[in-house]
T-cell receptor, first 117, second 112 residues
Framework: GAVVSQHPSWVICKSGTSVKIECRSL??????MFWYRQFPKQSLMLMAT?????????EQGVEKDKFLINHASLTLSTLTVTSAHPEDSSFYIC?????????????FGPGTRLTVT | GNSVTQMEGPVTLSEEAFLTINCTYT??????LFWYVQYPGEGLQLLLK?????DKGSNKGFEATYRKETTSFHLEKGSVQVSDSAVYFC???????????FGKGTKLSVIP
């Protein structure tokens, strides 16, 4: 089946630094990937839609200069949290759409726990 | 806008009990509806889906029927197992879009 990986699975960084999270589709090519943020006991909130070879589309209220998304290849999308602050601490999840399924199915990575100290 | 409301958890059941997790939605047009499951330490997995009214999605003994008249997509299983312990998310995608809108999730714990 379709497998999506994320790296790292958890990361701790100091306030003011930047951290990059990778999302890879391991056995399929993903033209579209999505980035979500999940707070404890809350739903997944869509942050942005990442399309290979073009600029990401950000949801309302998401700072595009803070959350940089790059989708340079059909199997890799990256999310960089720039100048991180403690309020950016969260669980970040990516997903990838399998093209040609026709059923709007997405496959999710296991998530990355970011803690900013 | 689109929204999904699902019952608050956590839900604790004994093995072999009947499970219902309620889910209602608000959306324009005819969205597709999904149930995703998140096992501890793993990513979300698609459990079942329904793309039009009166469709029934089913998988691993779980079922949900797309009820447009009540805007609902309740998840049911006749006999739960300990291995069903997980967080369950109801979600929708509006017609023509791949973006998902999720409910808050319901944590299910099944005890032997």
């Amino acid at each position: 089946g379709a497998v999506v990986s994320q790296h790292p699975s958890w990361v701790i960084c100091k306030s003011g630094t930047s951290v990059k999270i990778e999302c890879r589709s391991l056995d399929f090519q993903a033209t579209t990937m999505f980035w979500y943020r999940q707070f404890p006991k809350q739903s997944l909130m869509l942050m942005a839609t990442s399309n290979e070879g073009s600029k990401a589309t950000y949801e309302q209220g998401v700072e595009k200069d803070k959350f940089l998304i790059n989708h340079a290849s059909l199997t890799l999308s990256t999310l960089t949290v720039t100048s991180a602050h403690p309020e950016d601490s969260s669980f970040y999840i990516c997903s990838a759409r399998v093209p040609g399924t026709g059923g709007y199915e997405q496959y999710f990575g296991p998530g990355t726990r970011l803690t900013v100290t | 806008g689109n929204s999904v409301t699902q019952m608050e958890g956590p839900v604790t059941l004994s093995e072999e009990a009947f499970l219902t997790i309620n889910c209602t939605y608000t959306a324009t047009g005819y969205p597709s509806l999904f149930w995703y499951v998140q096992y501890p330490g793993e990513g979300l997995q698609l459990l079942l889906k329904a793309t039009k009214a009166d469709d029934k999605g089913s998988n691993k003994g779980f079922e949900a029927t797309y009820r447009k008249e009540t805007t609902s997509f309740h998840l049911e299983k006749g006999s739960v197992q300990v291995s069903d312990s997980a967080v369950y998310f109801c979600a929708l995608s509006r017609a023509g879009s791949y973006q998902l809108t999720f409910g808050k999730g319901t944590k299910l714990s099944v005890i032997p």
